[in-house]
């Protein structure tokens, strides 16, 4: 039982540290545009992020059930799997790049799996198909509906003057960013509710698969709660440092993204926030010209995206054989 608690707390603790992680990827580009006071913006996402956490269960079931057999995922596993998750998003917090907590969570679950019980519990089809594509895939789909997206504003804009615009968009802008702390919500809330849903169902506590309403309560709370603190290292990153930005672009870079999001959600595939958001700005920014994105930042923050899976298995491998000689 004192196993069982320890996942929990390290499950909300992981949601936790999502919250002021990805923080940024719902309101960066709010405050970087001043569109919205950095206070203003934390109380609208933390609210909006505790309000997307309840809609749906469906990511929690692909973190469940689609990474590694649901026989597999004991404590042991599960604790050295946050553990390695937890650890990654702290050291790239600390750093300020906008890594993907996602990518952190299913890293460590296959790392941890892997290590104490071999590849074989791995579900390689289910694995590809729900949760390598859909992360891989959704940067490039928000790269690509930002851009389209902007065009499209550029050209109905036609002459009328910037300074009209962005008075306009400032205001569209506040809806925008709404719209992405829901869809953050809606999506990575989720996977702690999977972890922890697969540790009730490991320990026989509940019959079958079902996520409890309690454990979507206080998903979202830990979330709610590190939303509120925020994580300004991460919100300069993607805020100011891969364009300078203007209302009418971070409008089309939020609305872009939280569409690719909540998409996601609704067909229970887990995704990352923080890669969408991000290349949705670089989206935005090549509209303008090709040099306006800093391309050196965002080298900088895909070498950060792939070098985050593998760390935080390898984490969550040497947790787990440190646990095993306990």
Known sequence: MLELLLVIILALGFDFINGFHDTANAIATSVATRALTPARAIIMATALNFGGAMVSTRVARTIGNNIVSPASLDNQVIIAALTGAIAWNLFTWYFGLPSSSSHALIGGLAGA????????????????????????????????????????????????????????????????????????????????????????????????????????????????????????????????RIIKLEPIHGFAAETSAAIVIISASLIGSPVSTTHVLSAAVMGVGATREFTAVRWRVARSMVQAWILTAPMAALVAGVVYNLLALV
Request: charged content about 10%.
């Open 113 to 240: 799996a892997v290590t104490g019980k071999g590849l074989a519990v791995l579900n390689t089809r289910e694995l590809v198909e729900k949760i390598v594509l859909p992360l891989f895939g959704s940067p490039l789909l928000g790269f690509t509906a930002a851009y389209a997206l902007m065009t499209c504003i550029l050209l109905l804009a036609g002459y009328t003057p910037p300074r009209r615009l962005n008075g306009l968009f400032s205001r569209l802008q506040v809806l925008s960013a709404a719209f992405v702390a829901f869809s953050h919500g809606s999506n990575d809330a989720q996977k702690s509710m999977g972890i922890i849903t697969a540790a009730l169902l490991a320990r026989g506590i509940i019959p079958s698969f079902q996520v409890l309403y309690p454990v979507i309560v206080a998903c979202a709370a830990a979330m709610a709660l590190g939303t509120s603190l925020g994580g300004w290292r991460i919100i300069r990153t993607v805020g100011s």
